[in-house]
């Protein structure tokens, strides 16, 4: 399974969970079964005014991604989510270790 996490810094899996979905500053694709990380990429939609959390959830979706680990998404990127059987896992504090293990705990 991969994750879209949406994270603060670019630390490696001690990177902080960012905790704005759309406007997190960078975003991360883990293959949550190997815990590695696949890629880490700078946010291009950070700063740009309207739509910014639907495109983030394309983003999570042409990559492959079924689980999303962030911030609450806003209703339409979360209808895309549903649209792509997208999980949605709401954490907005800690680091992607910490989320790794809370959402496998679950």
Do not use: W
């Amino acid at each position: 399974m991969r994750a879209f996490i949406a994270i603060s810094e670019d630390n490696g899996v001690e990177s902080k969970i960012d905790s704005r979905f759309g406007r997190g500053s960078y975003f991360m694709v883990y293959d949550m079964e190997n815990e590695k990380i696949i890629n880490v990429e700078a946010n291009k939609f950070r700063d740009e005014g309207h739509g910014v959390g639907i495109k983030t959830a394309g983003i999570a979706v042409e990559k492959g991604c079924t689980l999303v680990i962030g911030a609450q998404p806003g209703p339409k990127a979360e209808q895309v989510f549903n649209e792509g059987n997208v999980e949605i896992f709401v954490m907005t504090e800690g680091t992607v270790s910490d989320a790794v293990r809370k959402y496998k705990e679950k």
